[in-house]
């Protein structure tokens, strides 16, 4: 499985920017993807999470309400709609593949990682 991670950049504070996540692989929509960010001089974090049919999503605290998972299962891709950006929000954001199609918020579930794309906010 291969992932490929893209749509980061630089905004500033209050903007909205989309995150794409191409995946290979013909059993995408039985597994759960997830996306995860890791700050500068911080540890890795959850963001969201997306169970394998798109039927249920969980967030972490800090983007709920701002942020947004979603999954298109006949294109392998998973999105993550970030809206009213901080400039906490800045990070390389991850995306991942779970082995499973229950979601999860713990890292240890996923299998595969994507590279990573950078998200910048300025104030």
């Known amino acids: 499985v291969q992932l490929q991670a893209s749509g980061g950049g630089l905004v500033q504070a209050g903007d909205s920017l989309r995150l794409s996540c191409a995946a290979s692989g013909r059993t995408f929509s039985t597994h759960a993807m997830g996306w995860f960010r890791q700050a500068p001089g911080k540890e890795r974090e959850f963001a969201a999470t997306?169970?394998?049919?798109?039927?249920?999503?969980y967030y972490a605290d800090s983007v709920k309400g701002r942020f947004t998972i979603s999954r298109d299962n006949a294109k392998n891709t998973v999105y993550l709609q970030m809206n009213s950006l901080k400039p906490e929000d800045t990070a390389v954001y991850y995306c991942?593949?779970?082995?499973?199609?229950?979601?999860?918020?713990?890292?240890?579930?996923?299998?595969?990682w994507g590279r990573g794309t950078q998200v910048t906010v300025s104030s």
């Open positions: 997306i169970s394998g049919s798109g039927g249920l999503t």
């Open positions: 991942a593949w779970k082995a499973g199609a229950s979601a999860t918020t713990t890292s240890s579930a996923y299998v595969y």
